[in-house]
Each structure stands twice: as structure tokens, then as C-alpha cells.
């Protein structure tokens, strides 16, 4: 069974500070990891994705992958209400069929207050 | 651009209509997937289509029934539904494993909301 874990929160930041969202996932063969943030009654949408260990920033949104620990995280910095959202993390793993199935976490529900 | 559009928004339907929902992408993907999303859960992966071809069917009642006429479009064909059929359906589409790589990118739609009486 391939799993991907996220608490599910609700994690509350205050506006400005740095949220910090974590993901885990069970499956060594994982090749890249995906965050999607989504807002009540829309669709997912894809903030980074990321799949060589270490850091990668766009703009205030920084993922953070260690293949070692299996372990992949957002953090967003200067969090503005606008942030509050559900954050998904997905997961691709390796398979011989190719690579088109994503194991989606449950969500982390983000509020920022103000 | 990344748009994925889906028709139509809403739906409403009996358990004895048969309705088809509808996906088109022009990015020149050629991977495209259906998902079905409850009310705070992750998205369900339901089907894919790779090059025009089902290369993932999850198991999938058969009062569910994709079509990719080509390329661009994608339906869902609904037919029988139980009220527990009710949920977001989501369309994405991505490069595909040929292009994409390890790194290949998938983009939602919409969604269409779902309502079986």
C-alpha cells in the first residue's frame, strides 16, 4: 500500500508568519511530489513540484524534499489570508506502466489569521 | 497556459438519466485523467487516458464510462448513478510519461458538481 500522510490540521498561522505544511509518504521508489493547494468547492491547483532533494523557492513558496526520510514539505512565507486554503500533497511513484497515477495525501487545512 | 475547461459546472440528475460530462484541454497534453473528489477528501482517481488510450481504469463501477474522442477532449459518460455517485468530478491533463518525463505536471479543471436525486 502506498501511502502519503499529512496532518490535517486545521494548522492556524498568524497573517505574515511562515506556515509550515508536512508530508510523508511510504514508497522508497517515489520519483517527484507535487503540492496543490485548493480552495472550498474548487478544483486543485498546482503551487511546485519538486523531485531532487533539497530546496526549491518560487516566490513566498518554498517545497523541501529528503528522499532519506521520505519527507516533503511547503513552507510559505509572509502568509497572507489569502493562503487559507486545503494544501494536498501528491506523490508519483515509480512504475512500469508509466507515470501517470499520483497518490494524493488527505490535506492539510491552512487558516491565516489576521 | 494551463487551462483545462469542463462542462457543465453543475449537474442535477435522476438515477434513471443517463448525462455525459465533458473535458478539453489545447495545451497538447496528451495524458488526461478523470477523478472523483467527496467533500473533504483527496481526489479518487478514477481513469486515465494515455494517447488516446484507457491505460488506468481504478476499478470503476460501469455506470461510469469514459470516452476520448481525441486528444483534446475527454468524456464521462453517466449512466444508473446512485446518490453516493454525488461529487466534484475532476478532468486533468498532463504531457504524458513520453514527454513529461519523471516530472510530468498534471492540471485540473474545474470540475463539475454532481447531484444525483
Known amino acids: 500500500q502506498k501511502e502519503v500522510e499529512q496532518n490535517s490540521g486545521p494548522l492556524s498561522v498568524p497573517e505574515g508568519a511562515i506556515a509550515s505544511l508536512n508530508c510523508t509518504y511510504s514508497?522508497?521508489?517515489?520519483?517527484?511530489f507535487f503540492w496543490y493547494r485548493q480552495y472550498s468547492g474548487k478544483s486543485p491547483e498546482l503551487i511546485m513540484f519538486?523531485?531532487?532533494?533539497g530546496d526549491k523557492e518560487d516566490g513566498r513558496f518554498t517545497a523541501q524534499l529528503n528522499k532519506a526520510s521520505q519527507y516533503v514539505s511547503l513552507l510559505i512565507r509572509d502568509s497572507q489570508p489569502s493562503d487559507s486554503a486545503t494544501y494536498l500533497c501528491?506523490?508519483?511513484?515509480?512504475?512500469?506502466?508509466?507515470?501517470?497515477?499520483?497518490?494524493f495525501g488527505t490535506g492539510t487545512r491552512l487558516t491565516i489569521i489576521p | 497556459d494551463t487551462e483545462v475547461t469542463q462542462t457543465p459546472k453543475h449537474l442535477v440528475m435522476g438515477m434513471t438519466n443517463k448525462k455525459s460530462l465533458k473535458c478539453e484541454q489545447h495545451?497538447?497534453?496528451?495524458?488526461m485523467y478523470w477523478y472523483k473528489q467527496k467533500a473533504k477528501k483527496p481526489p479518487e482517481l478514477m481513469f486515465v487516458?494515455?494517447?488516446?488510450?484507457?491505460?488506468i481504469n481504478e476499478s470503476v463501477p460501469s455506470r461510469f464510462s469514459p470516452e476520448c474522442p481525441n486528444s483534446s477532449l475527454l468524456n464521462l459518460h453517466l449512466h444508473a448513478l446512485q446518490p453516493e455517485d454525488s461529487a466534484l468530478y475532476l478532468c486533468?491533463?498532463?504531457?504524458?510519461?513520453?514527454?513529461?518525463?519523471?516530472?510530468?505536471?498534471?492540471?485540473f479543471g474545474p470540475g463539475t458538481r454532481l447531484t444525483v436525486l
Open positions: 486533468a491533463s498532463s504531457q504524458g510519461r513520453l514527454a513529461g518525463g519523471s516530472t510530468d505536471t498534471q492540471y
Open positions: 514508497d522508497r521508489g517515489s520519483q517527484s
Open positions: 519538486i523531485y531532487s532533494n
Open positions: 501528491a506523490v508519483r511513484h515509480a512504475s512500469r506502466f508509466g507515470n501517470e497515477k499520483l497518490t
Open positions: 495545451m497538447g497534453h496528451r495524458a
Open positions: 487516458y494515455s494517447y488516446e488510450k484507457l491505460s
